[in-house]
């Protein structure tokens, strides 16, 4: 039997490719020359992030949904007492956060919150100096929250102080 050779596609090209009646989902060729692949969880609908290790092998993030990302960049002057940073997502659907940095120009504490009417602490409270703040990379997983719960954060402190946070929905 004679190999199957499923071709590499440009990014702008379509995802799929039919031969003998099967459909195949081959990597596609980005703009900058290397393969942008897509790999399905097992409801064959959740995309995933993947990426190749230093030793060339293939790593998926189990816990990281490509498809609904979020971003939030907050800058507050007073303090904040369980304001909402990321509505709830739905039933079935839950918050992850996965990349976190806060700085503050005066001493300070800065916690996360889930359930903004009724607050849980779920990461916190940190305390910091004047001039201080903290970078958790967005790599993994740092926090789940409960099923269609809403995100929030609460500080203390007067002075700027800000935070820039990363989480997916899945």
């Known amino acids: ?17 039919t031969i ?17 692949a897509r790999v399905f969880g097992l409801d064959v609908a959740t995309q995933r992030q993947i990426s190749v290790d230093p ?6 993030a189990l816990d990281v949904d490509a498809d609904d990302y979020r971003e939030v960049n907050e800058a507050y002057i007073a303090p904040q007492t ?12 839950q918050i992850i956060v996965i990349g976190l940095q806060f ?3 005066a001493a300070g504490t800065f916690k996360l919150v889930r359930n903004t009417g009724a607050p849980v602490d779920i990461y916190g409270p940190h305390n910091f100096p004047a001039n201080g703040g903290m970078v958790i990379a967005p790599v993994r997983r740092i926090r789940t929250l409960t099923a269609n719960q809403n995100l929030g954060i609460t500080t203390t402190g007067g002075g700027n102080h800000a ?8």
């Open 1 to 17: 039997m004679a190999d199957l050779l499923v071709p590499f596609f440009a990014e702008a090209a379509t995802a799929t490719v």
């Open 20 to 36: 003998d009646g099967v459909t195949y989902r081959p990597p596609l060729i980005g703009s900058d020359g290397r393969i942008e």
């Open 55 to 60: 030793g060339g092998r293939l790593r998926v």
């Open 82 to 93: 369980n304001n909402e940073l990321i509505a709830a997502p739905g039933a079935g659907l």
């Open 103 to 105: 700085s503050c120009s």
């Open 163 to 170: 935070i820039d946070l990363q989480a997916v929905v899945v």
